[in-house]
């Protein structure tokens, strides 16, 4: 899934618009702000993105941080890097997952 990372299988898997047709066939800004990607048209290859049920549901026709997330899950350096640097925040800030020790630290 382009938008949580998270590998289902194939059935579980949707192609979603990173860019909501219904904006694009509506709403001159948002075609114009796509052309800005390279995207001429709603079912443009450089608009569609692999999304589980879940996080296309919870997409539905929204843009802002979604598009941001739909281009940056398709690059496969992302959620290696985006992992990594999760892992390596959690422990630089000594973050754990065990109530009773993270209060003895505050």
């Known amino acids: 899934c382009a ?3 998270k590998k289902k299988p194939k059935d579980k898997i949707t192609i979603d618009h990173i860019f909501p047709v219904h904006c694009m066939e ?4 948002v075609r114009k702000r796509a052309a ?3 995207i ?3 079912n443009d ?3 569609l993105c692999t ?4 996080c296309n549901q919870k997409k539905e026709a929204k843009m802002g941080i979604w598009i941001l997330k739909g281009f940056l899950g398709k690059q496969p350096w992302y959620w290696p890097l985006r992992n990594a640097t999760a ?3 959690n422990i630089s800030c000594g973050l754990t997952s065990n109530p009773r020790q993270r209060n003895m630290m505050i």
């Open 40 to 42: 001429h048209g709603s």
């Open 87 to 89: 892992a390596t925040s």
């Open 3 to 5: 938008y949580c990372g």
């Open 45 to 47: 290859m450089k608009n």
């Open 26 to 29: 509506k709403y001159p800004a």
């Open 36 to 38: 800005l990607f390279g």
């Open 51 to 54: 999304a589980c049920m879940r």
